[in-house]
């Protein structure tokens, strides 16, 4: 009996953002490369935090820093494939929060891979741990 996880279903997350594979995300195996999953983790979770307004690239006072990541693979995946990142987040402390994000492949509905990343918060110019912003916070918890 294995004590591998199996991959989470769609259901399993709050929020979605789809994501266009290119032809320079396949390596010379035919799928694609273990460094774009990541990739894919840190646009889908920014790209959501921009459009919710919790996030402020150019001029926010407050960013997010990552200080640990990781990843099961599940299926292959590979261009042309369109992916849906499915996000939650599983914690929420005083200055950092863990992301757990689904790759689901195409119409797909269990994850080709499922990852995490916690941001720690800082201050922009300080760099130094900052409570989260009442507005980060409350768009944060709701995907919590």
């Known amino acids: 009996m294995s004590d591998r996880p199996s991959p989470s279903r769609r259901s399993a997350y709050k929020a979605f953002r789809t994501i266009t594979t290119r032809w320079m995300d396949n390596d010379v195996y035919g799928h694609m490369n273990n460094v774009v999953h990541y990739s894919l983790f840190d646009t889908a979770v920014n790209g959501w935090l921009i459009e919710n307004g919790a996030l402020d690239i ?3 006072g407050q960013i997010g820093l990552v200080v640990e990541t990781g990843c099961r693979y599940f299926a292959e995946m590979a261009f ?3 992916v849906t990142a499915g996000l939650r987040v599983a914690r929420l402390g005083t ?4 992301y757990e994000v689904g790759l689901f492949r195409n119409d797909e509905n269990e994850a080709a891979a499922e990852g995490f990343f ?4 800082v201050d922009r110019q300080t760099r130094r ?3 989260l912003e009442a507005s980060l916070r409350a ?3 709701s995907i919590a």
């Open 58 to 60: 150019h001029a926010g």
């Open 95 to 98: 200055s950092s929060v863990r």
């Open 80 to 82: 042309p494939d369109v």
């Open 139 to 141: 768009v944060l918890e």
């Open 129 to 131: 741990p900052k409570p």
């Open 118 to 121: 916690v941001h720690v918060y």
